[in-house]
């Protein structure tokens, strides 16, 4: 049928000319040159680059939207999913894609979107029920044995999971209770397998989770049945839903609310390098307190041992024993002493009698002189000549006759005149 085309009479369009063209009709249009576009914030990303992109939608349609650094920067931190706001810009095409999108340089709030709308609604109503009050809490448990994850058995988020187990604490066993985080049926799949999770593998901990994305894309961990299930788990429930800006009701029933499902995965488990530090800290600790406790057993022990001797009959005996050696030396010392004074006197007296003994006078030469009868001749006027006497000299008695006489005269003193 292309056969019967005039080929002359057509313009062939290459698909970048044809953008740029459509391009260059919307932005010539003075309609959409300077526009307001109301509709709820969705599918929200801001980049490192700094600029921001969103979806703009309503109930029968929606719009690509860009933030151009030089004007996101007065809106960073101000746009979240599901405000309803009122988009100022100019329409235009991004060739590349062959998508038309609303470049925004200005924007109000125009009230809350009806996602948004619902969030706040239950969140009141379940926080007056006391569903998120601090004191249902439960802590998690150091180191768990077991522990069970819902989240979908094909997503990123279940993978950066065990990763996170294996290099931290691969000791616990990780039991999956697989189920969708997106879309109408990912609700009662959740709370399913919350429940199974409960009834038959009684783990230590749950972990909720899924990676990021739009609100729409989280709802079912803001839907009612879910956060019921997570609040009456029998086992601690941490929740890791979505990127760390992200809150869902799950976060509130959770015990536990964690960033990411990675930083879930975190918090559920100690770091096994962290537990051999901890464990070489307490070994040191442990054996500095026997030392310490062993050593003042000792010295207890021989403060006791001290303590019996001192009141033993044996050590009694030693003191008494002791004692008798001291006085025993004593009474050697006392003897000694009092012998050895009364031998000096008894020498001195020893000697001064000697000196009158008459043998010891006559063995220095002198000689006794008797008369006749025996009476000891001390002058010469006792004797006359031609009498006999007799002298006893050291070796003997020497008889003979006096033959003469020799008078001395003698002083008072004994000294000869």
């Avoid at 009684?202 to 079912?220: Q, T």
């Avoid at 001797?309 to 002791?322: A, F, G, K, L, W």
């Avoid at 008459?358 to 000689?367: F, T």
Wanted: glycine share 8%; net charge negative; proline share 3%.
């Amino acid at each position: 049928m292309f056969d019967d085309l005039n080929e002359t009479s057509i313009s062939i369009y290459s698909v970048g000319d044809l953008n740029a063209y459509i391009r260059a009709l919307l932005e010539s249009n003075e309609n959409l040159i300077d526009i307001w576009v109301s509709g709820e914030v969705s599918n929200l990303s801001q980049p490192r680059s700094g600029h921001i992109y969103f979806t703009l939608k309503d109930e029968n349609a929606q719009v690509r939207c860009v933030i151009w650094r030089v004007h996101a920067v007065r809106l960073a931190g101000v746009l979240r999913d599901g405000m309803m706001i009122e988009a100022h810009g100019t329409v235009g095409v991004y060739e590349e894609g062959g998508q038309y999108q609303l470049y925004v340089d200005g924007m109000r709030a125009a009230g809350e979107g009806q996602f948004y709308q619902e969030f706040l609604r239950l969140k009141d109503a379940l926080t007056r029920e006391g569903l998120f009050d601090e004191e249902r809490k439960r802590s998690i448990a150091k180191m768990p044995g077991v522990i069970g994850i819902v989240t979908s058995a094909t997503g990123a988020a279940l993978h950066d999971m065990l990763n996170t187990f294996r290099g931290r604490y691969p000791l616990a066993e990780v039991i999956l209770s697989p189920a969708t985080v997106q879309g109408d049926a990912a609700p009662e799949q959740i709370v399913d397998a919350i429940v199974r999770l409960n009834k038959y593998v009684k783990p230590d901990v749950i972990i909720v989770g899924r990676g990021g994305g739009s609100l729409e894309d989280l709802w079912a961990f803001n839907d009612e049945r879910v956060v019921r299930a997570v609040a009456a788990s029998k086992a601690p429930v941490i929740s890791g839903v979505g990127h760390e800006t992200d809150f869902t009701l799950t976060d509130f029933a959770a015990d536990l609310r964690a960033p990411t499902p990675t930083g879930a995965a975190v918090a559920a488990v100690p770091d096994t390098m962290e537990l051999a530090d901890d464990l070489r800290g307490r070994q040191t600790l442990i054996e500095q307190l026997i030392r310490a406790r062993l050593y003042d057993l000792h010295t207890t022990m021989l403060e006791m041992t001290m303590r019996m001797d001192h009141v033993s009959p044996e050590s009694n005996i030693r003191q008494h024993m002791q004692k008798l050696d001291n006085a025993s030396m004593r009474l050697n010392y006392i003897q000694e002493k009092f012998f050895g004074y009364h031998r000096k006197v008894l020498d001195v007296a020893f000697e001064k009698l000697s000196g009158y003994d008459p043998r010891y006078i006559l063995q220095r030469g002198y000689s006794i002189v008797e008369d006749e009868k025996g009476n000891l001749v001390t002058s010469t006027k006792q004797v006359q000549l031609g009498v006999g006497i007799r002298a006893w000299i050291m070796d003997g008695v020497i008889s003979a006759d006096v033959t003469g006489i020799e008078n001395k005269k003698v002083r008072k003193n004994g000294k000869e005149k």
